[in-house]
């Protein structure tokens, strides 16, 4: 083999290291471990819709409250990304991550046990802060330390974890949000209630991702890519003993390079280091595969977060109210009763008991679970037909249920069309895939975390145009969804081709 030559010629490139310390328990446990870190950033962004009305009840939250508190997270993983994908850069994936997520958990039980509003949105903003460090680290971290004959799929099934991520939070809700409890805590000033255990239960994820990564080694790559090679070695090393049971000193590989391009050669003041760390991705030759990915995203994101978050909302007025058959998705959501909108300015009155709906969340894991089984499948048919012709498969098939919201008149097969139009998201796994593979080691946490910007900046705003055209506009609405995902089908035509594996090209760095 050529890698086998290679280390008889005492050099051998990273790439080749790393699938010479073959495949097995190292990897899957890292996948495991980085799976169940990005879902407990996604539990601490959606967990809190499902909480919303049982919050809002208890705390006697206006309208306009209430929708400061469902952007509160996005707002913190918006505003926090950024500094997360520089310190995964900098400091490391793996220390980012046992930095960050153990104080993201804490903060979310501080969050759990807020006595008024203003305490609950500091403490949400700062939770989901600190919990986004998973989209920049972790995903690279995985694609780092797993063989390029497994790396795509890796990426696909945790990219599927996060599609599990409402079912996951609606399987404690159901029981959680059966229980009567209402108990005074005078020393906190608050009543300890349902949706304060939820919060506290939605928690474990994150302990569970911080714990096994502490069994867990550092990026041998980015090890490597900060000039410490014996530590890489080590690494593989040990990521060679655990898959192949041998020892680590039989490992045959004694030395190994980065190309240029990866290797960190920028220092100075913490400005500068921001700059060459965020300038290079949008300069050539970077700045085309950057302007492609992160416009095919947001194209995605736009259409997946702004319906994902109306899901219960819509799929109930399927089965509630008056005769739905017989009417498109359009004119269901055109009779979404506006005087059922509380004005921004007054209390919403609920039963706090019975705040939050079976049927809600009944509707949420249905959605879930079937864009999770379908992210599933795709880790396969991605082996089988390459990362580009998947993408265009995702995108082709939401486009096409799309268009048929707008025709078809059977309540069942609408509120199947509806759930598959944004499950466009699917492509995250392909497009966090090419952000790992197209970019330099030293630029890959900036990359991811910037997606991440860019998703949930425009996913906000989705939420937020929705909530206003959704009942009166839903065809002009729902035709400028339709054109955007068009507008990124024909983007995704000039993503890379799979023939030949994508290296990360050289870039000039500034001089010091």
């Not at 400091?91 to 979310?108: E, Q």
């Not at 790559?221 to 049971?245: D, P």
């Not at 809600?360 to 089984?373: P, R």
Request: aromatic letters at 12%.
């Amino acid at each position: 083999m050529t890698s086998q030559n290679k280390v008889m010629q005492n050099k051998c490139s990273f790439e080749d290291a790393l699938d010479i310390s073959g495949f097995g328990m190292y990897n899957i446990s890292m996948l495991l471990v980085c799976c169940v870190l990005i879902l407990a950033m996604y539990i601490d962004i959606f967990g809190f819709s499902v909480l919303l009305p049982s919050v809002a009840c208890d705390m006697d939250l206006t309208a306009a409250q209430q929708g400061l508190l469902s952007a509160i997270p996005l707002i913190g993983i918006m505003i926090s990304s950024y500094a997360w994908g520089l310190c995964a850069d900098t400091l490391g994936r793996r220390k980012t991550l046992l930095i960050a997520m153990p104080i993201g958990v804490a903060f979310n039980l501080l969050a759990s046990i807020s006595p008024n509003f203003t305490a609950l949105c500091v403490f949400k903003f700062l939770s989901a802060g600190f919990s986004s460090s998973a989209n920049a680290a972790a995903f690279v971290l995985l694609g780092e330390t797993v063989p390029r004959q497994k790396r795509s799929r890796f990426m696909f099934l945790m990219a599927s974890a996060t599609m599990f991520a409402q079912l996951i939070i609606s399987l404690p809700a159901l029981p959680i949000f059966e229980l009567r409890f209402n108990i005074d805590v005078p020393f906190l000033g608050l009543e300890y209630r349902p949706w304060r255990l939820l919060m506290q239960v939605l928690s474990l994820p994150g302990l569970m991702g911080v714990i096994g990564l502490i069994f867990l080694k550092e990026s041998p790559k980015f090890l490597l890519s900060e000039g410490n090679e014996s530590r890489a070695i080590y690494v593989l090393q040990t990521m060679y003993s655990t898959n192949t049971k041998m020892e680590k000193q039989s490992y045959p590989v004694k030395t190994i390079f980065l190309d240029i391009s990866d290797m960190k050669t920028t220092s100075g003041s913490l400005l500068k280091r921001m700059w060459d760390q965020t300038a290079p991705l949008f300069k050539p030759p970077l700045l085309k595969n950057s302007l492609k990915l992160y416009f095919i995203l947001m194209c995605a994101y736009v259409t997946s977060t702004g319906f994902a978050m109306w899901v219960p909302t819509i799929t109930n007025a399927y089965f509630t109210g008056d005769d739905r058959e017989g009417k498109t998705f359009c004119e269901v959501t055109g009779s979404l009763s506006a005087t059922g909108r509380a004005d921004a300015n007054s209390t919403i009155v609920r039963n706090c008991d019975d705040a939050v709906k079976p049927s809600a969340l009944y509707a949420v894991m249905v959605y879930s679970s079937l864009c999770g089984f379908l992210s599933l499948v795709l880790t396969f048919i991605v082996g089988i037909l390459g990362k580009k012709k998947t993408t265009l498969l995702m995108i082709a098939i939401s486009e096409v249920c799309g268009v048929m919201l707008f025709f078809v008149r059977s309540p069942m097969l609408s509120i199947f069309l509806f759930f598959m139009f944004p499950y466009v998201a699917l492509i995250l796994g392909n497009m966090n895939s090419y952000l790992v593979e197209l970019n330099p080691t030293y630029l890959r946490g900036m990359a991811t975390c910037l997606s991440v910007v860019v998703a949930r900046g425009f996913g906000f705003i989705s939420v937020q145009l929705i909530a206003m055209f959704l009942s009166d506009h839903c065809v002009p609405m729902l035709s400028g969804y339709i054109i955007l995902v068009f507008l990124g089908f024909i983007t995704a035509f000039f993503l890379p081709p799979d023939t030949k594996k994508p290296k990360a090209v050289k870039i000039d760095m500034p001089e010091e």
